[in-house]
């Protein structure tokens, strides 16, 4: 038990050997520029629409993603040099983005086909429950560690092939180019078509792996998957898996301030948060508090198929021969649930105003909010959920409805603990956490109240950035091994213990699982 936060950590000094690193998320762009210290230098930061056709849809536009990197580029690398800083001494710069996202476009044009369908969409509900009732449906999570779900890219590339016009012409005819956001982004950031040595067309095992097509043993992708999903390689391209830290395999920027800087690191965004974090060793884990939820535990240099609903994955590869796996747990609906509150409902001022609102009660008055925007993800995967409020009497303000929401998160979060303790056969000592709703501290308390476990907070918490910047740093000569960034982004931690004992914790649980048991069965098939 403790009496709150607390401070720890010895400070860095600065150092004139910089790497970037840049960001594509689901609502934003950024590009950061770090010191060999992992401090940031300079960043820009800029949104960009997320396009939703239909309920349930949620698109970007590709040409958009990459104006808001080359954007960034441009503003941070304005802001680097204004500070009297040398673009010289910037060695090579990483990717790290949204990962099961998926682009198509033609691989004789370089030309997209549509939009790109983002990661929550859930078109593919029909889809999915067809293909779990196909023959060797129940094999797929040993082979790839990933249950069949709207998640994944797999399906969102069906859903395509069988709706699109343009992509079935271009599968026909042998033209399709297939990727994640990565992909798409190395390729047109080297010049696309253009590039002099040809087009570079690759991907990392962190996000090759949320694709269902990479067996997670080999590193490749394997027969018995794509046979699954009636995937015909020699009508589509499949983008080549190198190593998350690599020297050359990703080609160089072929325009703008940092024209000819090599690309040297790429890895999902989940993946980037964990090295971010620090998180070498196995048992080490961070969550990131997003759009969505994302918790890596780290199980060291052999997968471990969860038992539990819960996802395997590869952490990194930084290609020494030992690739390093992770179990994870993902849920939809984090910081999206206080941009509801905002957008929707007008509860709140603005996001940063969540606290203040949540902290004019003093509990949740019995409110229980199952943010089952895209049905329930880790470890319950309940497609057939819509958001549900629980226990509104005429007594709930606005600041139990503001707590509940937060909450929802850290239950979720505390369950996906519970299934990682049960997989790994170990329980977790404390947790690292980063992303933006991390700025809160009622909800960092909250998390650590009903996990029962201390919760580790970072001053600086562009953590996901800061995990590309390292994987193009190592491969870059910028550090020579991982034991060089032992000291990095060390200082000024801050630690949450829970304030509550077992008994309140296990209540409050206690409720949150009766809720998500009630919000079953909403969306089916009279």
Known sequence: MGDGPQQHGPGAAASDTFVGSIDQGTTSTRFVIFNANGEPVASHQMGFENIHPQSGWHEHDPYELLSSVEKCIQKATEAFT??????????????????????????????????????????????????????????????????????????????????????????????????????????????????????????????????????????????????????????????????????????????????????????????????????????????????????????????VISKSGLLATVAYDFGDGKPVYALEGSIAVAGSGVTFLLNNLGLIENSKAIDEVALSVPDNGGVYFVTAFSGLFAPYWIDDAKGTLFGLTAHSQKGHIARATLEAACHQTAAILDAMATDSGRALSSLAVDGGLSNSDLCMQTQADLSGIGVDRPAMRETTSLGAAIAAGLASGVWSSIDDLKDINSSDRTIFEPKIGDKERGESRKMWERAVEMCRGWIRDD
């Open 82 to 303: 204004s500070s009297g800083n040398d673009i010289s001494k910037i060695r090579a710069i990483g990717v790290t983005n949204q990962r099961e996202t998926t682009i198509l476009w033609d691989r004789h044009s370089g030309e997209p086909l549509y939009n790109a369908v983002v990661w929550p969409d859930t078109r593919t509900k029909p889809l999915v429950r067809e293909l779990k009732a196909r023959p060797g449906a129940e094999k797929l999570l040993h082979l790839c560690g990933l249950p069949l779900s709207t998640y994944p890219s797999s399906v969102k590339l069906l859903w395509l092939l069988r709706n699109v016009d343009a992509v079935k012409d271009a599968y026909k005819q042998g033209r399709l180019a297939f990727g994640t956001i990565d992909t798409w982004l190395v390729f047109k950031l080297n010049g696309g078509l253009d590039r002099p040595n040809g087009p570079i067309y690759v991907t990392d095992p962190t996000n090759a792996s949320r694709t269902m097509f990479m067996n997670l043993q080999t590193l490749q992708y394997d027969d018995d998957l794509l046979s699954f999903f009636e995937i015909d390689r020699q009508k589509m391209s499949l983008p080549e898996i190198v190593p998350s830290s690599h020297p050359t395999a990703f080609g160089s920027l072929a325009s703008g301030p940092l024209k000819g800087l090599p690309i040297a690191g790429c890895l999902g965004d989940q993946s980037s948060a964990l090295v971010g974090q620090l998180g070498f060793k196995p048992g080490q884990a961070k969550n990131t508090y997003g759009t969505g939820c994302f918790l890596l535990y780290n199980v060291g240099t052999k997968p």
